[in-house]
């Protein structure tokens, strides 16, 4: 996460060797941090991918969605609790 005094509270790498995209992010009420975004986990079609850390950066789920085509997740909410 980023700091309104603009510094790096935290940072986490996700994903393997083949496409792994992140394309927005959101923080909720309690401070977790959600990442949405594209991965492709099996070497066929991509699939949408949302990832959910606490606010010390740790993953608390991740969620996919997709099919025999390519899915991507482009954005995130503001998200409430």
């Given amino acids: 996460t980023i700091t309104e005094l603009s510094t790096v509270d935290w940072y986490v790498t996700y994903g393997g060797e083949d496409l792994d995209q992140g394309w927005d992010c959101a923080v909720d009420s309690n401070n977790n941090s959600y990442l ?3 991965t492709r ?3 066929g079609a991509t699939n949408a991918t949302l990832l959910k850390y606490d606010i ?5 789920w991740e969620r996919h969605w997709g099919g025999a085509n390519n899915d991507i997740g482009k954005e995130c909410g503001s998200v409430g609790v």
Avoid: K, M, V
């Fill in 36 to 38: 949405i975004g594209t």
């Fill in 41 to 43: 986990l099996d070497g």
């Fill in 56 to 60: 010390n950066g740790s993953l608390i």
